[in-house]
């Protein structure tokens, strides 16, 4: 039962690396642009603003460990429920990946333009 636990972790871990690397685009801010005209490529002297659920907070801190361990890029977490999360995004207007609890998280984000884009990576309970 154990290597099934384990597995079935790591599985998961996995599965939240693509969506952290796929899921990208809170949005497009004046930094961004200027990077872009200036020949640097976005990922370069920059970290990454995560917002994700509160409960993925065990994975999603391996899965950036290992995303800062691989690019060299920090990434900064914003952990909570989702809810707030959106309601922190809407005021900022900043952040590059979300990482919502349901299809209905990613929905309501992807309708107020939010985030680009998104991908369903795990069932999540």
């Given at each position: 039962m154990?290597?099934?636990r384990?597995?079935?972790?790591?599985v998961?871990?996995?599965?939240?690396?693509?969506?952290?690397?796929?899921v990208?685009?809170?949005?497009?801010n004046?930094?961004?642009?200027?990077?872009?005209?200036?020949?640097?490529?976005?990922i370069e002297?920059r970290?990454?603003?995560?917002?994700?659920?509160?409960?993925l907070?065990?994975?999603?801190?391996e899965i950036?460990q290992a995303?800062?361990e691989?690019?060299?890029?920090k990434?900064n977490?914003?952990y909570?429920?989702?809810?707030?999360l959106?309601?922190q995004?809407?005021?900022t207007?900043?952040?590059?990946?979300?990482?919502?609890?349901?299809?209905?998280d990613?929905e309501i984000?992807?309708e107020?333009?939010?985030?680009?884009?998104?991908q369903k990576?795990?069932?999540?309970i």
């Amino acid at each position: 039962m154990e290597k099934v636990r384990k597995l079935t972790q790591w599985v998961l871990v996995v599965c939240l690396m693509v969506a952290l690397v796929a899921v990208g685009g809170c949005g497009e801010n004046k930094a961004d642009k200027d990077e872009a005209e200036n020949g640097k490529t976005a990922i370069e002297d920059r970290s990454l603003t995560v917002y994700s659920g509160a409960g993925l907070r065990k994975p999603m801190d391996e899965i950036g460990q290992a995303f800062e361990e691989k690019t060299g890029v920090k990434v900064n977490f914003n952990y909570a429920g989702c809810a707030q999360l959106l309601g922190q995004m809407e005021l900022t207007q900043e952040g590059d990946v979300f990482v919502g609890g349901s299809l209905n998280d990613a929905e309501i984000a992807l309708e107020k333009g939010f985030i680009q884009d998104y991908q369903k990576a795990v069932y999540h309970i």
